[in-house]
T-cell receptor, first 111, second 115 residues
């Protein structure tokens, strides 16, 4: 299975944009890039996913490099509620439900 | 609220005992997944059921078993419990059998403490 690499932790100021990077240099052509986050004492929550093109939704934007070996989750205006562990996961049909979430990036948002 | 419910919220039991965790998926979702999250292991996939049938298996111990019932709710049975089984157990659901283009919705979890 293709692996992802994320920084252990990042800090941001409230109301500023946050760019959370993810490296996936061994990604295959059929891997979708998924992002989930886990707020303290809660279950993981879906954020966004994409294949090749950049994606936007009400929560965030996903920027995917042209060679797909890296991606960036963008929170346009961080709020205190965005403090969480963010997981970047690769999924394809063969492993979609089985993917383990890894350690993720712990985002701290400062007021 | 994800729409996925899990009971009980907390469970404290002794080593050697057996417990059952219950999960009700979101309305309309056919797939149920079980995950274990411990401090040193992160979120580990255990098993998936799709419309009553086992679809995928992860690092699930032989002491653990699961099933999905006709009404699509699922139960995870943990037996001969050991101290190391203390963890958060999450259930997730998705509409399809392979959440590649669909998202998973996670429940609030069951915190199991084995003493």
């Amino acid at each position: 299975d293709a692996k992802t690499t994320q920084p252990n932790s990042m800090e941001s100021n409230e109301e500023e944009p946050v760019h959370l990077p993810c490296n996936h240099s061994t990604i295959s052509g059929t891997d979708y890039i998924h992002w989930y986050r886990q707020l303290p004492s809660q279950g993981p929550e879906y954020v966004i996913h994409g294949l090749t093109s950049n994606v936007n939704n009400r929560m965030a934007s996903l920027a995917i490099a042209e060679d797909r070996k890296s991606s960036t989750l963008i929170l346009h205006r961080a709020t205190l509620r965005d403090a969480a562990v963010y997981y970047c996961i690769l999924r394809d049909v063969s492993n979609a439900g089985k993917s383990t979430f890894g350690d993720g990036t712990t985002l701290t948002v400062k007021p | 609220d994800s729409g996925v419910t899990q009971t009980p919220k907390h469970l404290i039991t002794a080593t050697g005992q057996r417990v059952t965790l219950r999960c009700s998926p979101r309305s309309g979702d056919l797939s149920v997944y079980w995950y274990q999250q411990s401090l040193d292991q992160g979120l580990q996939f255990l098993i998936q059921y799709y419309n009553g049938e086992e679809r995928a298996k992860g690092n699930i111990l032989e002491r653990f078993s699961a099933q999905q019932f006709p009404d699509l709710h699922s139960e995870l049975n943990l037996s001969s419990l050991e101290l190391g089984d203390s963890a958060l157990y999450f259930c997730a659901s998705s509409v399809a059998g392979t959440p590649v283009t669909y998202e998973q919705y996670f429940g609030p979890g069951t915190r199991l403490t084995v003493t």
